[in-house]
C-alpha cells in the first residue's frame, strides 16, 4: 500500500458543510438500482470523516436526510433509514477511536424510533470526544428551523424571559439547530447542481461555496483535499473591501 498523501493547506476552514448529491446517478450510470448508490455513499462518508478529522477540520455537518425527501418512494426511504442505523452502529467504535463527537440537527421526531434510539446512543456515547464535531443533518429544513426559532423566540417572549426589543442575530442563532457551532466556511455540494435544496438557509450567509461535478459515492479524501485547498485560495471579504 502505498503512503497516505501528505497535503499543504492553506488556512484551514474551521467549519465545512455538505451537500452529498448524486447516489441516485452514480447508481444509474452502472446500471445499478438506487439503493446501491446509497450504499456505495455511506463508504464516502466514511471516507471524509476520517479525512476531515485528520485534516483539523473542526465541524463537519452532513446533509444526509432533507424534510423534502420524505416525498421519495417508500422503499428508498426504508433502505436510507436502514443505512443509517447500519452507519451509526458500525461507525460507534471507529468514532470513539478517532475522538469524533457526534451531534444531529433536523426534526429528529420524524425519524423511525430505531433509527432514533441508536442516533442518541451515539451521540450520549461520544459526548467527551474533543476531536472533529460530527454534525448529521436529518429530516432536516432550513426553513423548518427558521420556523421553529420563530416559535421559540415566541415562547420566551410569553414567558416574560425575553423582551422582543432584545431580538437581533445573536438572539436568533440562539434559537436554532446550530446554536452551538459557527457558521460554515465552506459548503460542497457534490454532483454539480447548483441549489442549496433548503440547506442552512440562515447560516450561510458568507460560506464559501464548491460545487464539485463528482458524484457523491466518488467523493473520497483527495476530492475533499482538492476543496480544502481551493478554500485556501479564496479571498474572503464578509462586505468589506
Ligand atoms: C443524495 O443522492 C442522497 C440523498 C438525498 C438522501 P440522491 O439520492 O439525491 O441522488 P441523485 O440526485 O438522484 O443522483
Ligand atoms: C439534497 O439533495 C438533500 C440531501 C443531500 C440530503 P436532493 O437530491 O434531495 O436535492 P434536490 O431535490 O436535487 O434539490
Ligand atoms: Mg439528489
Not at 488556512?11 to 446500471?31: E, F, Q, S, T
Not at 424534510?67 to 467504535?93: A, C, Q, Y
Not at 446512543?121 to 470526544?129: D, V, Y
Request: aromatic residues 10%; charged residues 25%; hydrophobic residues 40%.
Amino acid at each position: 500500500m502505498s503512503p497516505p498523501t501528505i497535503y499543504k493547506f492553506g488556512k484551514l476552514p474551521r467549519h465545512v458543510a455538505i451537500i452529498m448529491d448524486g447516489n441516485g446517478r452514480w447508481a444509474k450510470a452502472k446500471n445499478m438500482m438506487r439503493v446501491q448508490g446509497h450504499r456505495a455513499g455511506a463508504e464516502s462518508v466514511r471516507d471524509v470523516v476520517k479525512a476531515a478529522g485528520e485534516f483539523g477540520v473542526k465541524y463537519l455537518t452532513l446533509y444526509a436526510f432533507s424534510v423534502e425527501n420524505w416525498k421519495r418512494p417508500k422503499s428508498e426511504i426504508h433502505t436510507l433509514m436502514g443505512l443509517l442505523e447500519t452507519f451509526l452502529r458500525d461507525e460507534l467504535p471507529e468514532m470513539i477511536k478517532n475522538n469524533v463527537r457526534l451531534q444531529a440537527i433536523g426534526r429528529l421526531s420524524d425519524l423511525p424510533e430505531n433509527v432514533r434510539d441508536q442516533l442518541h446512543a451515539c451521540i450520549h456515547a461520544t459526548r467527551q470526544n474533543t476531536g472533529l464535531v460530527l454534525i448529521l443533518a436529518l429530516s432536516y429544513s432550513g426553513r423548518v428551523e427558521i420556523i421553529e426559532a420563530v416559535h421559540s423566540i415566541i415562547r420566551e417572549i410569553k414567558l416574560g424571559h425575553l423582551d422582543s426589543a432584545q431580538i437581533d442575530e445573536q438572539v436568533f442563532n440562539h434559537h436554532l439547530y446550530t446554536r452551538y457551532y459557527p457558521d460554515p466556511d465552506l459548503l460542497i455540494r457534490t454532483s454539480g447542481e447548483m441549489r442549496l435544496s433548503n440547506f442552512l438557509l440562515w447560516q450561510l450567509s458568507y460560506t464559501e461555496i464548491y460545487i464539485t461535478s463528482t458524484l457523491w459515492p466518488d467523493f473520497r479524501r483527495q476530492h475533499f483535499a482538492e476543496a480544502l485547498i481551493d478554500y485556501g485560495n479564496r479571498q474572503r471579504r464578509f462586505g468589506s473591501v
